[in-house]
């Protein structure tokens, strides 16, 4: 049903950490939910299905966890929309 703890650790040795080895078993493209003590739970018959090549990380949605919002261009639409609001009649 589910990859054991030992089989997660294997895949993605030399990583330790219960969120490194989620961030990178989802850099290959697969589900992967949280145990209750914090640790990654995959089900294993998606992992096979991944990792035999069937679906890749082109066709699995991309993560990156460096990836940062575009938090400049929001700050000029908020101004834009701030500039063509309408005044409020008193």
């Given at each position: 049903m589910f990859?054991t703890?030992?089989?997660?650790?294997?895949i993605c040795?030399p990583?330790?950490?219960p969120?490194a080895?989620?961030r990178?078993l989802?850099?290959l493209?697969i589900?992967?939910?949280e145990?209750?003590?914090g640790k990654?739970?995959v089900?294993r018959?998606?992992?096979e299905?991944?990792?035999?090549?069937?679906?890749?990380?082109?066709t699995?949605?991309?993560?990156?966890p460096r990836t940062?919002?575009?938090?400049?261009?929001m700050l000029?639409?908020?101004?834009?929309?701030?500039?063509?609001?309408p005044k409020?009649?008193?």
């Amino acid at each position: 049903m589910f990859l054991t703890d030992t089989e997660i650790a294997e895949i993605c040795a030399p990583l330790k950490s219960p969120a490194a080895q989620k961030r990178f078993l989802m850099s290959l493209g697969i589900v992967v939910n949280e145990k209750p003590n914090g640790k990654p739970l995959v089900v294993r018959s998606h992992v096979e299905w991944v990792l035999s090549g069937r679906i890749g990380p082109s066709t699995a949605p991309a993560f990156d966890p460096r990836t940062q919002p575009n938090v400049e261009g929001m700050l000029e639409h908020l101004s834009k929309r701030k500039l063509n609001r309408p005044k409020k009649a008193t």
